[in-house]
């Protein structure tokens, strides 16, 4: 990788675009959706600006970064002009104060406590904070997020919360040896998005389901997904 040229990388990147947005297509069609229910975000952390703009060339409208740090220090190389960023990774509420403002939609919202900091810091900047719930729906103790017991509760305290809006849930999947157990958690996932958007609590808009990556971005969608957060497929693998 840390080889190929600048024209090169380019072109890996419009060839991998072309192709991710066929395969997005054709599994909205087999879920009896189109391309465009499907939000296709380029994930770009470790991508050098460069290379971002170049996706967004490519016409891809959402971008999204795991550490605040990375994002403000590239913000204003980005040609955010018809793009979004999103936060995808996981928040200290420390950074909280930074962040509100500057992003579209916070996607790893994964307590409580960071959830009251999003909404006091947002009502402090006069802002309605976007936000999703991250669950952790393999109940892994290695992974971030909320268990799918605590998140009725977790909705119910938002709800009460000014300056913060929950618009839907997030999820990161165990690593499966096979399709049939992905699809179960992907499906559950689906599940728990459907009774939580037939609530219409207060201070929600359940709209978007987040899940689907590089390596399962397809299985994703074929279980509801309508947003998928797609790296190393776009830019190649990651150097750290
Ligand atoms: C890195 C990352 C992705 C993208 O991973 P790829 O496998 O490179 O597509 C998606 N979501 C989150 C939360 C990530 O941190």
């Not at 997005?24 to 952390?45: H, L, N, Q």
């Amino acid at each position: 990788m840390g080889c190929l040229s600048v024209d090169e990388r380019f072109k890996n990147i419009d060839y991998n675009i072309a192709f991710i947005k066929e395969r997005i297509a054709e599994a909205a069609v087999k879920s009896s959706r189109s391309y465009g229910d499907i939000d296709f975000m380029a994930v770009t952390k470790t991508v050098e600006p460069i290379f971002i703009n170049r996706a967004i060339e490519n016409g891809l409208n959402l971008i999204g970064e795991n550490k605040v740090q990375e994002l403000l220090s590239k913000k204003p190389y980005l040609n955010l002009d018809k793009c979004e960023a999103n936060l995808i990774g996981h928040l200290q509420t420390n950074k909280v104060r930074q962040i509100v403002g500057e992003v579209s939609l916070i996607e790893s919202v994964d307590s409580l406590k960071l959830a009251s900091e999003i909404s006091k810091r947002s009502v402090a900047k006069d802002l309605v904070t976007e936000c999703l719930i991250e669950v952790n729906i393999g109940g892994e103790n290695s992974k971030t997020g909320i268990s799918v017991g605590e998140l009725d509760e977790m909705l119910c305290q938002i709800a009460e919360m000014p300056g913060i809006k929950v618009c839907g849930l997030m999820t990161i999947p165990p690593i499966c040896d096979n399709d049939a157990e992905l699809f179960k958690y992907f499906s559950k996932m689906h599940k728990i998005f459907i009774d939580i958007k037939d609530k219409k609590l207060d201070n929600t808009d359940i709209s978007i389901l987040s899940m689907g990556m590089s390596g399962d971005y397809e299985q994703a969608i074929l279980c509801g997904s309508n947003h998928v957060r797609i790296g190393s497929a776009i830019f190649g693998p990651r150097l750290y």
